[in-house]
């Protein structure tokens, strides 16, 4: 199946094995199936999107547990 991306109007593929499990995670209640929609963005703005929510990568400076003393200390 080929998609236009929301964003950006490019065009990309979805593959039949995705849409078979997208329809297989489908949720059915009291008979009535509520299919998950095929995605709206390509891979590349899927990604970003993803890349946008993540909480920065921060590092502390502490004591290593084993006790002794680092290299740079
Ligand atoms: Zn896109």
Do not use: H, W
Not at 38 to 53: E, G, I, K, S, W
Not at 55 to 63: A, D, P, S
């Amino acid at each position: 199946m080929n998609n236009n991306c929301f964003q950006y109007s490019t065009q990309f593929q979805i593959p039949d094995s995705d849409l078979e499990f997208l329809d297989k995670i489908s949720l059915t209640f009291n008979n009535k199936k509520y299919p998950i929609p095929a995605p709206t963005l390509c891979p590349q703005c899927r990604q970003r999107r993803r890349l946008a929510m993540r909480n920065k990568r921060v590092l502390y400076e502490r004591q290593c547990d084993c006790g002794r003393i680092t290299n740079d200390e």
